[in-house]
């Protein structure tokens, strides 16, 4: 198996209902490793950067304003295949569509407000890392 590296963030939703030791919990307990962590308040100029992927999507708005709405969380996770492992742990987008026991199977509260985001693929990882921990060197 291939240790790899992820991004996870806890979105405003989850923080606002103080659900970040939870979701840390499971995350570790899904065999992943937090290395980096910190709370953050995004700007509407760093949502609108991060998520410039979906500029053209119907949602990219409120997707930007909800993400600017509360603190967040953004976490380096590392593990084995710790891409598809996050992912299997937070479930599928739609929390209906989620299996039980998945973060946003759990937590979620709509498909906007659904608790947490998790890299897609190594490079997009890379990336989304590079955005919010470019200032500082993550030891494994």
């Given amino acids: 198996m291939a240790v790899e590296r992820t991004l ?3 979105k405003p939703d989850a ?3 103080n659900l970040t ?3 840390n919990a499971r995350l570790e307990k899904g065999g992943l490793r937090i ?3 910190k709370r953050i308040r995004m700007t509407r100029q760093m949502a609108e ?3 410039e992927v979906h500029a053209e999507r119907a949602f990219y708005d409120d997707l930007c304003t909800f993400m600017t709405s509360g603190p967040v969380v953004v976490q380096v996770l590392e593990g084995d295949n710790a891409i598809a492992r996050n992912r299997e742990v937070m479930g599928a ?3 209906a569509n989620a299996a039980a026991g998945t973060i946003r199977r ?3 509260e709509s498909i906007e407000a659904n608790s947490c985001h998790g890299s897609d693929a190594p490079e997009t990882a890379e990336r989304e890392i590079a955005f919010f921990f470019s200032e500082i060197e993550i030891v494994g």
């Fill in 49 to 51: 950067k991060f998520y």
């Fill in 15 to 17: 923080t606002r209902r």
């Fill in 21 to 23: 030791g939870e979701i």
């Fill in 93 to 95: 987008t739609n929390p």
């Fill in 106 to 108: 759990d937590f979620a």
């Fill in 35 to 37: 290395v980096a962590q």
């Fill in 8 to 10: 996870s963030i806890i």
